[in-house]
């Protein structure tokens, strides 16, 4: 069976070996320099771009169709322009104090200042309004400019322009001047106006004139000579001085071309027209080389990292990281438009052997071109490549080939995912299903093999099935006669001795490629858990991401001469040195973030990269370069105010929020990169963003001094840090001064607080010794001799009347009388219920002074008193009763009456009310005047001067009216005493 597959596909071989060489293409076809493209599609703001210039910090500026715009490398920036201008900006040129000057195609002259735009008036009153167009040189004496009219300088110190040479001929005006070269070395200008030029000195002085063969040319002053290259479809180049060089083949390979730009890039000289950008020798008088022949280029500029950045009128931005990267494109030598390749060997005689997802299989020269060909015809991946040295065969996944010179010999058949074998020719073979062992010689086979299944496989005599489930790859150790595979559930390892699976503590391990270094360790790359060192059965160390790795999920790996590795992972190529086992991002450098590498082969000085469509190849030294990111504050804003930060800054704390703007250039990273910064004085720990956030923000910053520390981070090597120091301003009230203000505020407060309250309890306890003065003056006047002796004189007049059971009443209540004041004399209040009592006892008294049934009183109580459990102020009610009895009722004739009444006024206040049908006060006024010298009663205006007294400590005052009652003749008819008493209060 296998001799009848041989002979059916080596009868193929006539077809591959016309694919082989049906077509043929120069290796410069092949293979142009790797580059990337930026469209809208990455925030271009225009496929459209004149001119381009980059500052030694990396940025770059580009004169577009819609304006000015930076590129940092992460974000395109507008610049503002000018309001009433066209946009379309070109020809950007630096001046000694680092500003950009353009112009655009309306005869506008701009220069960018503070982040704008600026046109100048003065400027354009001169060279403008219908003089034609003009070329500029800015110069450190100032900005030159050449008109039809002639030679001007604007100097940007003194804001002044001179015309420092004035035109005039005997040809017709021209209407636009071509160019305004500036020699160096002889510190010259070369105006040119058409066809005439004139050679200036930096004063406008003219040292000679010259004439060219034709007009509408682009000029450029190259190594001693102005240059000059028609911009027509029919070239015509020449020089000034002239040369004897034959330029021809220059002008054959550029008849079909539109000049847009001359170019010095390192020292070589390039021009940018609409085929593309050419590379020129004036020494051998040709074009070197020629990139980008489809599009139409208009300017390239080189960075300081040495990306080269290409624009053109179409198709936007273009940047080639490095020339020695080249770009191989296979597509025009096979049928099918993209070619993805999946697997790379280097053969002995060092050519590369490529597959394809298709099934293609390409053999390339050592330097990456296009050698050969051929199809397996299975239109399926080619999955590995392995060289069989035993028949110098190349073994991939269906099959076998061989080739020698011309001859391409091709055997197909299924082998598997991965092959290897043994000393004794027997084989590993992984396949979707299965690990296998397969042998056609059953004496080779180790014992222990035998104890495994066996099964019918290919042409195999002998196959065991070592493993169930997808098998990925397989190795075997021929130092220690160890079989190793890896399948979908884990990595196996077999001998003579032992068997059993390798894991990473209590996970298993899913193999992706096997390698052996040069000290006998397998390296051991895996779909998750990075790349894994191995000695025998057991783990010795594991590079992961965490570590450094660009990822955990590895593609390839491949060691040097000196058993350093390079690692493949699905983000990018690694460096591990032997050493010190410290990891190198290699694809960092070379500007390949988000593209794809399938697998990769180290050859030599050289590294290939399979990727979609094809091959990138480049010198390894390039990987290895370091580049120093750069890193800048652009600027420093409060609440939309910028600050100056490179100096001390001072913010009052209403301004406390800051925001810093950051740019850090690392094009070759594409946006890959980090900001780390702190802020001392707030936070010492370091803090990390991603490059896309340029922005720090700092919300209410409490006042003190802070030094702001940042710095920028590409492939573990960092920028040198910036320092940006500022104080936020205390308020007012955290100021010292304030403090002490403060503390002294407190300190008087405090003092007039404490005497404020000393005075208060001094003037209370002056109130309450007057109230207490008070008591005892209302005692006095209820215990009067007076009242003593009336009462006394009564009851003996009982006693001789024979009375003596009416007497023995009135004595006790005289008894209870005294007692009771005596009691009330000691408190401040008392129950109402006993106040009432008391009242009635001295009223009783007091009636013993008038005819029987001439005097009458009575006392009423609101029922929703309760008074037993309400507490009025004591000895207060009494004397306006005794007023009532001595001073208005005792003077009257005929009936004599009294009512006091206690009624509920509002919420915890009680009202009294005592109402006498006495002569009113006016009467008794003029008694008690026609009485001097005798008894004084407690007048109202004592009364009153107690109840003020008692306001004076209560929470709700003692209310009292007097009123004078009248009869309908107005005649004096009593008097009517309202009071009005809280009686829950405290009146301590």
């Known amino acids: 069976m296998a001799n009848e597959n041989t002979l059916k596909k080596i009868s193929q071989t006539t077809l591959w ?214 911009k027509t479809k029919q070239p015509l180049f020449e020089t000034y001085p002239k040369t004897n060089c034959d330029f021809g083949k220059i002008e054959s390979k550029l008849k079909r071309s539109i000049i847009s730009y001359w170019m010095e890039l390192d020292g070589e000289l390039w021009i940018s027209t609409s085929t593309g950008l050419h590379q020129l020798s004036l020494s051998s008088c040709d074009i070197v080389q020629r990139y980008f022949s489809n599009y139409r280029i208009s300017h390239a500029v080189r960075d300081n990292k040495g990306n080269i950045w290409i624009a053109s009128l179409d198709n936007g931005l273009f940047v080639v990281p490095h020339l020695e990267m080249l770009y191989h494109n296979f597509s025009g030598y096979s049928d099918k438009e993209n070619i993805v390749f999946t697997a790379i060997l280097v053969a002995p005689n060092k050519d590369i052997v490529a597959g394809t997802t298709d099934g293609d299989i390409f053999i390339l020269n050592p330097d990456g071109s296009y050698k050969s060909h051929f199809a397996s015809g299975t239109r399926l991946p080619i999955e590995f490549l392995k060289y069989d040295d035993r028949n110098n065969k190349v073994i991939f996944n269906y099959g076998t080939f061989s080739y020698d010179r011309d001859e391409i010999a091709i055997e197909l058949s299924y082998i598997g995912k991965h092959l290897s074998w043994d000393e004794y020719d027997n084989n590993l073979i992984s396949t979707s299903a299965f690990s296998l062992f397969t042998s056609n010689t059953l004496s080779t086979i180790p014992d222990f093999i035998k104890e495994y299944p066996k099964i019918t496989y290919e042409h195999f005599e002998h196959t065991y099935v070592l493993a169930e489930g997808r098998s990925r790859v397989n190795f075997y150790d021929a130092a220690t006669k160890t079989y190793y595979l890896s399948t979908d559930g884990g990595f196996y390892f077999f001998n003579s001795s032992k068997k059993g699976e390798i894991r990473l503590t209590d996970k298993p391990i899913v193999v992706t490629t096997i390698v052996k270094n040069t000290d006998g360790l397998l390296w051991v790359g895996t779909a998750n858990h990075g790349v894994m060192v191995i000695k025998g059965d057991s783990l010795v160390e594991v590079f992961h991401q965490n570590g450094g790795l660009s990822g955990n999920l590895i593609k390839g790996l491949q060691h040097d001469a000196e058993g350093n590795f390079y690692v493949l992972t699905d983000k990018g190529l690694d460096f591990i040195t032997k050493k010190t086992g410290s990891i190198w991002n290699i694809t960092q450098n070379l500007g390949l973030r988000g593209v794809e590498i399938n697998n990769f082969v180290v050859s030599g000085d050289d590294i290939l990269l399979g990727v979609q469509s094809g091959i990138i190849s480049l010198p390894t030294h390039i990987g290895f370069e370091t580049i120093i990111p750069t890193l800048e504050i652009v600027e420093m804003e409060s609440k939309g105010k910028r600050l100056d930060w490179r100096n001390a800054v001072r913010i009052p704390y209403k301004q406390s929020e800051l925001t810093f703007r950051l740019r850090s250039v690392n094009h070759k990273s594409l946006g890959e990169y980090t900001y780390e910064y702190r802020l001392l004085g707030f936070q010492d720990e370091w803090q990390t963003q991603k490059a896309q956030n340029d922005l720090l923000k700092f919300i209410s910053l409490p006042s003190g001094d802070y030094i702001l520390e940042v710095k920028s981070c590409v492939n573990g090597i960092y920028s040198p840090t910036r320092q940006v120091r500022f104080t936020i301003i205390p308020p007012f009230w955290q100021t010292t001064l304030f403090v002490i203000f403060v503390a002294i505020t407190f300190l008087l407060v405090v003092y007039l607080s404490a005497k404020f309250i000393i005075q208060k309890l001094r003037q209370r306890e002056d109130l309450r010794v007057k109230l207490a003065l008070s008591q005892i003056t209302a005692l006095r006047a209820q215990m009067s001799p007076h009242f003593i002796f009336n009462v006394l004189n009564t009851i003996q007049g009982m006693i001789y009347g024979g009375q003596k059971s009416e007497a023995s009443d009135l004595l006790g209540k005289f008894s209870e009388l005294m007692r009771n004041t005596l009691d009330f004399s000691g408190k401040k209040t008392t129950i109402l219920s006993r106040e009432i009592e008391h009242l009635q006892n001295y009223i009783e008294l007091e009636k013993q002074r008038f005819e029987e049934d001439e005097f009458t009183f009575k006392i009423q109580i609101d029922k929703i008193l309760e008074t037993e459990r309400i507490e009025v102020p004591s000895m207060i009610l009494q004397p306006f009763i005794e007023n009532a009895i001595k001073h208005g009722l005792l003077h009257k004739s005929g009936l004599k009456s009294l009512s006091i009444s206690f009624q509920h006024f509002e919420k915890n206040t009680l009202m009294v009310e005592i109402d006498d049908n006495g002569v009113g006060r006016e009467a008794a006024t003029l008694i008690r005047q026609k009485r001097q010298g005798k008894h004084k009663s407690f007048a109202t205006s004592s009364i009153q001067q107690r109840i003020e007294l008692m306001n004076q400590l209560m929470e709700k005052p003692i209310r009292l009216q007097v009123i004078d009652k009248k009869d309908n003749a107005g005649n004096p008819a009593g008097t009517k005493i309202l009071i009005v008493i809280p009686y829950e209060s405290d009146y301590s």
């Open 17 to 230: 070996i016309f694919l082989l060489f049906g077509v043929v293409f120069t290796t410069l076809q092949a293979q142009v320099p790797f580059s990337r493209t930026f469209s809208f599609l990455d925030g271009l703001p225009s496929q459209t771009i004149y001119h381009l210039h980059t500052e030694p910090n990396g940025l770059l500026y580009l004169g577009t169709e819609s304006g000015l715009f930076t590129f940092d490398g992460v974000r395109f920036t507008p610049i503002a322009n000018p309001s009433g201008v066209t946009r379309p900006i070109t020809d950007l040129k630096k001046d000694k104090l680092g500003r950009i000057w353009a112009r655009n195609f309306s005869g506008q002259l701009f220069c960018l200042i503070d982040d704008t735009l600026q046109t100048f008036p003065m400027i354009q009153n001169n060279i403008g309004k219908g003089r034609g167009s003009f070329e500029f040189y800015v110069h450190p004496n100032g900005v030159y400019i050449g008109t039809p009219s002639g030679l001007f300088r604007y100097d940007f110190e003194t804001d002044t322009l001179f015309h420092l040479f004035e035109l005039t001929t005997e040809r017709e005006t021209p209407t636009h001047t071509e160019g305004l070269i500036f020699d160096p070395d002889k510190k010259v200008f070369h105006l040119i106006n058409g066809l005439d030029a004139y050679i200036l000195d930096e004063s406008g002085n003219l040292l000679k004139e010259y004439t060219w063969e034709g007009l509408n040319k682009r000029h450029f002053f190259f190594e001693g000579k102005v240059l000059s290259l028609s």
